[in-house]
């Protein structure tokens, strides 16, 4: 029987606007779940990913971590991983493809058909590719992203990649609490990092997902409230709006977290 491991290959710390610092994740990963391998995959920096293998260094943990990075583009966020340095934000998805292969990386599109547009002054931390994928050298596209309300964007991910793209799919947490990681999750043949990246390229993977109990979308509902009373807070004044067919067409009328979102 071939083994199977899970990978969770996006999530946040408190190096760009997750809530948890790298230890407590850790922590969280060795004794809260089962996943064999995750990255850490902080916005525009990997300085949160080095610092967690710096600490498995110092204390052995029964997973592995790899350097991730979430890339601000030009057209949208890309994530890089398997890096050695960081990717410059601000360059065309192109460009930035280009550089995470340049590190023998791979490059995945997260959330390509979600959109959080925000007020002037407040960074968007949610901004995917849209079509714009199929004109990519991507490595894969996570079609199951865990965050609450991507139900509609996962689902229209899901049917773009398999009518057009037809890339590997992965799923993942982009997680920015603890309760998060590993709620979207990546199956794959083998159990190492290295294991993982053959199955990617070979197109063998799995874009897997659990549902969050009510008490883990309450604290991810006051997550969210608490970055929106922060001076300055990145998710001030979300609107989500889903991409159809060039256009944006926006999602009225919720009002609590899609425990249906993956």
Known sequence: MTVRGKADLHMHTRHSDGAPTVQALLDHVAGKTCLGVIAITDHDTIAGALEARALMARRPYPFE????????????????????????????????VTAIHGQGGLAFAPHPFFHARQEPGSAVTMVGLGETVRELALDAVETLNATPFLAAANRRARAFNVETTRLPELGASDGHILAAIGKGYTEFPGATASDLATAIRAGTVAAMGDRY??????????????????????????????????????????????????
């Not at 350097?67 to 930035?96: K, Q, W, Y």
């Not at 109990?213 to 009373?229: I, T």
């Open 65 to 96: 971590v790899i350097v991730g990075e979430e890339v601000s583009t030009r057209d949208g966020h890309l994530v890089g991983l398997f890096l050695d340095e960081r990717i410059p934000a601000g360059m065309t998805a192109r460009d930035t």
């Open 213 to 262: 109990a009510p008490r883990e979308l309450l604290a991810y509902l006051d997550f969210w409230v608490r970055q929106q009373r922060r001076p300055g807070a990145m998710m001030r004044s979300v609107r989500p709006l889903f991409e159809r067919g060039g256009r944006a067409r926006r999602k009225r009328g919720a009002s609590a977290p899609d425990t249906a979102s993956i």
